[in-house]
């Protein structure tokens, strides 16, 4: 290959009585041409990469850190170059444990973005590493033009790329750290890293690409009663009414997705792992204190995303409607479509009885929304009278109504119309008092409204408005059209 080497020569920090390292350029590429440094590894293998850099001042420096790091890595026994972020995330892949559903997303995330860390040595990769990972993230999808088979949409809209956002979450961005992280832990557990780097998890301390980043919540919000009743309203009639389907897998879909939303709804579970990996030997019941002739019907919950970090089994009670629910869904499982009879059966199974992958249904659920609020749209156009059309797929301040937004939904209901103290709501939705007070702070206040807009200091002299102020109050909202 040396025939093919121009203007190579022995950079002078090569200090080694038989050269170590050769900078050259290659005779096949267009001018200006890019640097290349070879450097000879203590095994007399070598290794060669682009500086990709055409100035021969900086393309040195750049060469000299490099050689720098290739000593440093010898010294501490490592092979530079064989522990790229790439090999050692492949061995990481094939040796981790991880369920299908997570191993799809973990995969899908490396190959779309996290392949930008392949050629860096792990013990190269740090803060500012990651830092400048953002700044090549956040601009991902400004320019990128989409692939054939990344818009080849199937005809049940199966297919193609999900997630185009220009505008990445902090929560997505956390997701990518988190799998980054996974992966140099890994290697630090098999000494191939010394040390596993510390990387803040907070995008606000990016101040470079902060604006950049949606950092409010992207799902979830609680929905607003009249949408709520609308989409039941929809799925009620779409699930059971309509459901005329002649495809077993298509009209069990619609038959579960309606189920799903309203077991998990009147029992607080998460509609994700929580919910999916429910079988129904985990039903469980206790007699009630208040009525000995009732039971209480409970899920102890086993295999969800919090007892996948350590934490205990909990326990999810059914409302008296959530149980009514859960019988009618095992009995259409039973009558219609043969499952659901043995109690090591997944509750909310596929039609074959295996395990469902949540984004089967909440896909489902947003395509549902979507088409929903496409058709609803097309008649306010052609009413008569033309009313604004009030959409189902995202809430007044624009956040996708998701799956994840009817536990939401719940526990404001809980905190406003109950009068349960927030920390039984905690204990039932089995969260912290901390993430509620975060989260429904505000509904709180609401729920509360009267102590809240209580300003007095002697809170014995409760400051009450006159009848004569209220007139005037209401006269003038009248008056300023308000």
Not at 93 to 100: A, D, I, N, R, Y
Not at 330 to 338: L, T, V
Request: charged share 30%; hydrophobic share 35%.
């Amino acid at each position: 290959m040396s025939k093919y080497y121009v203007n190579k020569f022995k950079p002078q920090f090569d200090i080694e009585r038989k050269p170590r390292c050769l900078l050259y350029q290659i005779k096949t590429t267009k001018e200006p041409r890019s640097w290349y440094l070879r450097v000879r590894r203590k095994d007399g293998s070598y290794f060669n990469q682009s500086l990709e850099e055409t100035n021969r001042a900086d393309a040195l420096r750049l060469a000299q850190t490099l050689y720098i790091e290739i000593l440093t890595a010898e010294t501490s026994g490592i092979v530079y170059g064989k522990h790229t972020f790439k090999r050692l995330f492949e061995m990481w892949f094939k040796q981790h444990p991880l369920g299908e559903e997570r191993k799809r997303a973990v995969n899908s995330r490396y190959k779309r973005y996290l392949t930008w860390f392949d050629n860096y040595e792990v013990h190269n990769i740090n803060e500012i590493t990651f830092s400048k990972y953002l700044e090549w993230r956040v601009s991902y999808w400004d320019d990128y033009k989409l692939k054939p088979n990344e818009t080849n949409i199937g005809k049940h809209n199966r297919g193609g790329v999900y997630n185009i956002t220009k505008i990445p979450s902090a929560t997505s961005l956390k997701s990518e750290l988190q799998i980054l992280k996974q992966v140099l832990r890994w290697a630090s557990s098999r000494s191939l890293l010394d040390v596993v780097p510390v990387i803040n998890a907070d995008m606000n301390k990016y101040l470079t690409v902060k604006d950049k980043i949606n950092h409010k919540k992207s799902r979830g919000n609680p929905i607003p009663e009249g949408v709520s009743n609308r989409i039941m309203g929809k799925l009620s009639h779409w699930a059971l009414k309509d459901n005329t389907d002649n495809h077993p897998e298509h009209s069990y879909a619609r038959y579960r997705l309606y189920y799903f939303i309203l077991i998990t709804s009147n029992s607080l579970i998460r509609q994700g792992t929580e919910a999916t990996r429910l079988k129904w030997h985990d039903l469980g019941r206790v007699k009630s204190k208040l009525d000995k002739d009732t039971w209480l019907y409970y899920f102890e919950i086993k295999e969800g995303k919090k007892q996948r970090f350590g934490h205990d089994e909990t326990v999810k009670f059914l409302t008296p409607d959530g149980l009514v629910h859960l019988l009618k869904w095992r009995k259409i499982q039973q009558e219609k479509y043969g499952i659901g009879f043995d109690e090591a059966e997944y509750v909310f199974p596929q039609v074959d009885g295996g395990e469902t992958p949540t984004h089967y249904m909440s896909r489902l659920f947003r395509r549902l929304l979507l088409k929903w609020d496409e058709e609803g749209y097309a008649k306010a156009l052609t009413a008569r009278k033309h009313k604004k059309y009030i959409p189902l797929a995202v809430d007044k301040a624009g956040t996708n109504i998701t799956l994840y937004s009817w536990r939401h939904t719940k526990i404001s209901k809980l905190l406003i119309h109950s009068g349960k103290s927030i920390a039984e709501v905690s204990r039932m939705a089995d969260t912290s008092l901390q993430q509620l007070s975060k989260h429904y702070f505000k509904t709180q206040m609401l729920a509360d409204a009267d102590r809240y807009a209580d300003m007095s200091v002697n809170q014995n002299a409760v400051v009450r408005i006159s009848e004569e102020e209220k007139d005037w109050i209401a006269k003038t909202l009248e008056d300023l059209g308000m």
